[in-house]
């Protein structure tokens, strides 16, 4: 089973600009999570989709946003880049009914902003 | 709000050696899960091992093993025989139950090196 596929894995834009990231769950999870990992700040939660609605959404100005597509593939939007949205970005999915809370993550996309 | 903390920044051991990484937390809910997860250098965070708040006795999965202390709100984690490849970065991580969706509150991280 394929896992958690994320892209792209590294990319660099300057600030102002907007970046689409894409994350492909494993088959079968219907719930998709995003997360910023920063040096600084460590690991903070952005949003969960789930069958193509937002569940729940982080503490994240509205620059960020996301969707999920009826395939459960999700992404994210980052609109007007600053510097500090440089960070590493994971996408984690989720089976349910499968109540076991693990998320299975992806190997992240590397943006910097410059 | 939940709060995680993990105060050891970085940890190292000898291979073969014990090694236990600490984490407390703060919570005011009563069914949760907690987690410790592994990301190595490599950078895909892997799920090394689960412990549901309503059950008393600790979670162990081979190697791993965690001493939880509900009252305490303590959630350590244990590595036996420790191996090159337990080197990684390790996050403690608390999930709250029944909540209807599933999102991790994540401590800062332990660095683990694992020394030949």
């Known amino acids: 089973k394929a896992g958690v596929t994320q892209t792209p894995r590294y990319l660099i834009k300057t600030r102002g600009q907007q970046v689409t990231l894409s994350c492909s769950p494993i088959s079968g999870h219907r719930s998709v999570s995003w997360y910023q990992q920063t040096p600084g700040q460590g690991l903070q939660f952005l949003f969960e989709?789930?069958?193509?609605?937002?569940?729940n959404k982080g503490n994240f100005p509205g620059r960020f946003s996301g969707r999920q597509f009826s395939n459960s593939r999700s992404e994210m939007n980052v609109s007007t880049l600053e510097l500090g949205d440089s960070a590493l970005y994971l996408c984690?999915?989720?089976?349910?009914?499968?109540?076991?809370?693990?998320?299975?993550f992806g190997e992240g996309s590397r943006l910097t902003v410059l | 709000a939940q709060t995680v903390t993990q105060s050891q920044p970085e940890m190292s051991v000898q291979e073969a050696e014990t090694v236990t990484l600490s984490c407390t937390y703060d919570t005011s809910e009563s069914n949760y899960y907690l987690f410790w997860y592994k990301q190595p250098p490599s950078r895909q965070m892997i799920l090394v091992i689960r412990?549901?708040?309503?059950?008393?006795q600790n979670a162990t999965e081979n190697r791993f093993s965690v001493n939880f202390q509900k009252a305490a709100k303590s959630f350590s984690l244990k590595i036996s025989d420790s191996q090159l490849g337990d080197t990684a970065m390790y996050f403690c991580a608390f999930m709250k139950l029944g909540a209807g969706s599933y999102q991790l509150t994540f401590g800062k991280g332990t660095k683990l090196s694992v020394i030949p």
């Open positions: 989709y789930f069958s193509e609605t937002q569940r």
């Open positions: 984690a999915s989720s089976s349910q009914p499968k109540d076991t809370g693990e998320l299975f």
């Open positions: 412990q549901e708040a309503y059950k008393q």
